[in-house]
Nanobody
Framework: QVQLVESGGGLVQAGGSLRLSCAAS????????MGWYRQAPGKEREFVAA????????YYADSVKGRFTISKDNARTTVYLEMNSLKPEDTAIYYC????????????WGQGTQVTVSS
């Protein structure tokens, strides 16, 4: 059974930091693009950041560039999202996502972890 399990969310003051983790299991992810998305109340889910398991290419939404860093630990099959200089508008449920880099095949979502940034 494929699982993406997020952790690390919580409540933090504006300007603070959090690190989210996404532990992947149940299949081989070496040919996957792994990413983070978020959904704020009343808004659509939006892309945050992504990284390939088999390469170091990273991608970021403009709104988080320079503040968030996505990384991976291949040995632990875990993807991280380091979030710094957090703003109240970063408040959302953060979801881990994985899909084949070719775009063909099943994609997977985690259950989400809440991040709340107070002003």
């Amino acid at each position: 059974q494929v699982q993406l399990v997020e952790s690390g969310g919580g409540l933090v003051q504006a300007g603070g930091s959090l690190r989210l983790s996404c532990a992947a299991s149940g299949r081989t992810f070496s040919n996957f693009l792994m990413g983070w998305y978020r959904q704020a109340p009343g808004k659509e889910r939006e892309f945050v950041a992504a990284i390939y398991w088999s390469a170091d290419n990273t991608y970021y939404a403009d709104s988080v560039k320079g503040r968030f860093t996505i990384s991976k630990d291949n040995a632990r099959t875990t993807v991280y999202l380091e979030m710094n200089s957090l703003k109240p508008e970063d408040t959302a449920i953060y979801y881990c996502h994985g899909r084949p880099r070719t775009g063909v095949g099943s994609e997977y979502w985690g259950q989400g972890t809440q991040v709340t940034v107070s002003s």
